[in-house]
C-alpha cells in the first residue's frame, strides 16, 4: 500500500472511532461551556480539558522523540497574524452557539439523524470555502497582510528558549506545566472522577490528536509523494469534502476528508447498534435561519483562525504554538459571549 492511501485510510479509522467516541460522549466545547458557564455542570469540560492534556503530552513526545516534525504543520508559522486568528476564533465561537455545536459535532448528530446538522454542514462548508478560495478570500487575505508579524519565537518552547533554555529543557518545561495543570482542573472535579466513560472519551480524542500527527508526519512520510503533516481538524476538510462530493473526478482524496467521512460514518453505525438513531428537523424558519448563520460564521471565523474548537482547541494547541493560543483565546471568549452577557443567545420559544 503507498504511503497517501495508508494515509486516507488511517484518517478514515480516525474519523470512525472519533465519531462513536463523540456520539457515546456527548464530546463538544460548547456543551462543555454550556454545561459549565450556564447549567453548572463541569463534567464535560473537564473532558475537553483532559483530551488536550493528553494530545499535547502525546504529541510533543512524537516530537522529541523526532518521529513528527510539528514545525511543518500550519500552526507553526514564523509570520502570522494574531488580530485576525483572535477575531476568527471570536467569530467561531459566538458562531457555534447560534448552531448548538461546532462542525466537528454536526457531523457527529448528522449521523444519529439530526437532519439540522445537515444544514450546518452545508453552510460552513460553502461559507468556509468561500473564504478560503471564493468572495470572501481577498478581503481575509488582504487582513491578514496588513496586521500579520514575524517573531522570533512561534511556540510556547521557543518563547521560553529566549529566557535562557535549550530546546529540550524548554519543550520539557512547556509541556509539563501545561498538562499539570490540566489535569489537576479536570481531576479535582469529584463527579468527573466517577464518570469512568467521560475519563475515557478525553484520553481517546486526545490520542487520536497525537495519531493523527503520527500517521501523516511518520507513517506517511514520502520523499517522493509526501502529504501534509496535520491532525484532526474540521473546517477546511469540511470544505473539502463537499467539493469532492461534487469534483471528484477532478480530486484527490486527503487526510482531511477521510476523516470527515469517517466520523459521519463512525457516529451512524453507533447510533444504529445503540438504538440512538432519530430523526431531528427545525422548530421554525428562525430556528434555521438562526443556525445557518451560525454555521456562516463559524465556516469563515474557522478560516481565519486556521481551525475550530478542534483543529485549534486540540490540534493547534498541541503544537504549543503561540498564534494556537490566540484563536482559542478569541474561540472562548466568543462562546462565553454566546452564553453569557449582552451578548446572549436567547432560548427559542417552544411553539
Known amino acids: 500500500m503507498e504511503s497517501t492511501q495508508f ?25 462543555s461551556m454550556r454545561g459549565w458557564l450556564a447549567e453548572g455542570d463541569g463534567r464535560l469540560v473537564r473532558t475537553y480539558a483532559l483530551a488536550i492534556a493528553v494530545a499535547i503530552a502525546a504529541s510533543q513526545f512524537l516530537a522529541v522523540s523526532d518521529m513528527v516534525d510539528l514545525s511543518k504543520s500550519i500552526y507553526l508559522q514564523q509570520s502570522f497574524s494574531a ?24 457531523l457527529v448528530l448528522l449521523g444519529r439523524g439530526n437532519l439540522r446538522s445537515f444544514v450546518v454542514v452545508i453552510v460552513l462548508a460553502i461559507a468556509a470555502q468561500m473564504t478560503l478560495k471564493g468572495l470572501i478570500a ?66 481517546v480524542v486526545g490520542l487520536l490528536v497525537a495519531g493523527g500527527w503520527y500517521v501523516t508526519g511518520y507513517l506517511g512520510a514520502d520523499d ?4 501534509p503533516v496535520t491532525s484532526l ?13 461534487m ?32 430523526l ?42 503561540l498564534g494556537s493560543f490566540v484563536a482559542v483565546a478569541g474561540i472562548l471568549l466568543g462562546t462565553a459571549a454566546g452564553l453569557r452577557g449582552s451578548l446572549r443567545v436567547q432560548p427559542l420559544a417552544v411553539a
Do not use: W
Open 7 to 31: 494515509v486516507i485510510l488511517a484518517g478514515l479509522v480516525i474519523g470512525l472511532v472519533y465519531g462513536a467516541v463523540g456520539l457515546l460522549s456527548g464530546f463538544c466545547l460548547m456543551s
Open 83 to 106: 488580530p485576525v486568528l483572535f477575531l476568527g476564533g471570536l467569530l467561531f465561537g459566538y458562531g457555534m452557539v447560534l448552531s448548538n455545536g461546532c462542525g466537528s459535532r454536526a
Open 138 to 203: 481577498p478581503a481575509r487575505i488582504a487582513l491578514v497582510q496588513a496586521s500579520q508579524t514575524t517573531v522570533n519565537a512561534n511556540s510556547l518552547p521557543s518563547l521560553l528558549a529566549t529566557l535562557g533554555l535549550t530546546e529540550a529543557p524548554a519543550r520539557a518545561l512547556a509541556t509539563a506545566a501545561i498538562v499539570i495543570v490540566l489535569v489537576l482542573f479536570a481531576f479535582a472535579h469529584p463527579a468527573f472522577r466517577r464518570s469512568p466513560g467521560q475519563i475515557a472519551a478525553g484520553a
Open 224 to 227: 517522493f509523494n509526501p502529504v
Open 233 to 245: 481538524t474540521f473546517i477546511a476538510p469540511i470544505a473539502d469534502s463537499l467539493q469532492y462530493a
Open 247 to 278: 469534483l471528484s473526478t477532478g480530486l484527490t482524496l486527503n487526510f482531511g476528508v477521510a476523516t470527515v467521512a469517517g466520523v459521519f460514518a463512525g457516529s451512524l453505525v453507533t447510533a444504529l447498534a445503540t438504538r440512538r438513531f432519530k
Open 280 to 321: 431531528e428537523g427545525y422548530s421554525s424558519p428562525r430556528h434555521m435561519l438562526r443556525s445557518g448563520a451560525g454555521a456562516a460564521l463559524m465556516g469563515i471565523g474557522g478560516v481565519m483562525a486556521f481551525g475550530c474548537s478542534i483543529g485549534q482547541g486540540l490540534t493547534g494547541v498541541s503544537t504549543l504554538a
